[in-house]
């Protein structure tokens, strides 16, 4: 018999998530029934997206419910299979979840990816979600123009240094938002930012004379990993027909409920300035998703967009890898190996 071990998800935070939230468990896999599969994951990834999953809230993705097994993407390959849509040996990414063993039947988000690409875990990093977040929500929705300015909140997370790559390319002046001088001057060499400044220890007002320091011609566009004081800072240096793309809300994990986020508005803003802000959920573009990977895919392959990894191995300590993600310590994608 397969044993299966699992993190489970055993009761909703209040206030800032904490590693006690979730606990490890072992149980045996059942015989497959027809139609169903078994996928052992490789690597499961630590996503900003799954904070929101935790909280009794209206969401755009489904909420875990205590004594679940706590949600996750991950890549893996099929051991066995009676279902005809997937065969033995099989590799696939999709919502498998925090566990060494998916059950996986017709209902699974279950996606086919190349064999040949090396290592696996680029699917969940800017081969997956994370790089079509990237693409899409820079090209879509800051539509990007060679000499504008761009400010990238979470700078060295995997989507941020991604998008701030892509804008590069694309002729801008890139500016990212750190916690900390070491990785303000990591981010800064590895994905060649023009300049990037520290959110810890200011207040809003000094964090937007920080910006403002380093953005003299104003920003045009803000690719917006966090919501919260650190984006409530750009609001007076916005140039006129700004475009911003909120992709994020980590700034918000220590709420107990993202309702009550406070602040000064920015309605008067949006309106003077005549700002397009619109919020991006990569779900919306899940059919165009080969465009985005293909792109990306050949820049990887080139050489041309540095890619970082933070992994921790094992399934015990995806608990810590959670967490290691939510607090900002990982430099690149956090991921956990099996």
């Known amino acids: 018999m397969v044993i299966n071990r699992f993190v489970r998800l055993d009761r909703q935070p209040v206030g800032a998530p904490s590693a006690e939230l979730f606990s490890l468990h072992s149980e045996g896999m059942p015989e497959l029934a027809k139609g169903q599969y078994l996928i052992k994951n490789q690597y499961i990834a630590m996503d900003p997206a799954l904070v929101g999953r935790l909280r009794a809230e209206n969401n755009y993705a489904d909420q875990v419910e205590p004594g679940s097994v706590m949600h996750a993407y991950c890549v893996g390959r099929v051991m066995a299979s009676r279902n005809e849509r997937f ?12 566990q060494q063993y998916k059950l996986a039947d017709d209902t699974t988000l279950s996606i086919p990816v190349d064999d ?12 997956g979600t994370t790089g079509a977040t990237a693409y899409f929500a820079l090209q879509e929705l800051c539509e990007p123009k060679a000499g504008e300015c761009i400010v990238v909140s979470s700078a060295a997370s995997s989507v941020g ?15 990212g938002i750190v916690s ?14 023009d300049d990037v400044v520290c959110y810890r220890g200011k207040t809003v007002q000094e964090l937007s004379e920080a910006l403002s320091a380093v953005c003299p011609s104003g920003i045009d566009m803000y690719f917006d990993n966090t919501s919260g004081d ?3 800072a750009l609001l007076d240096l916005y140039n006129d ?30 309106l003077s300035k005549r700002i397009k802000k619109q919020g991006f959920v990569v779900l919306d573009y899940l059919h165009r998703m080969s465009e985005a990977l293909s792109c990306l895919k ?16 094992g399934i015990d300590n995806a608990p810590k890898a959670f967490m290691r993600m939510i607090k900002g310590e990982n430099l690149g994608k956090q991921l956990v190996k099996i």
Request: glycine fraction near 10%.
């Open 161 to 175: 240094a991604t998008a701030g790559q892509l804008a590069k390319r694309a002729g801008c002046r890139t500016v």
């Open 87 to 98: 065969e033995l040996g099989q590799m696939l990414y999709g919502q498998f979840d925090m």
């Open 241 to 270: 027909h700004a475009r911003i793309a909120v992709v994020g809300r980590m700034g918000l994990s220590h709420l107990e409920n993202t309702c009550q986020d406070s602040g000064r508005r920015d309605n008067s803003v949006i």
């Open 298 to 313: 050949e820049l990887v392959q080139a050489g041309e967009l540095t890619v970082e990894e933070d992994i921790m191995e």
């Open 180 to 193: 900390s001088q070491a990785k303000a001057d990591h981010v800064k060499s590895a994905y060649g930012y």
């Open 116 to 127: 040949g690409v090396d290592p696996s875990s680029l699917y969940l990093g800017v081969l």
């Open 230 to 232: 650190i984006s409530e």
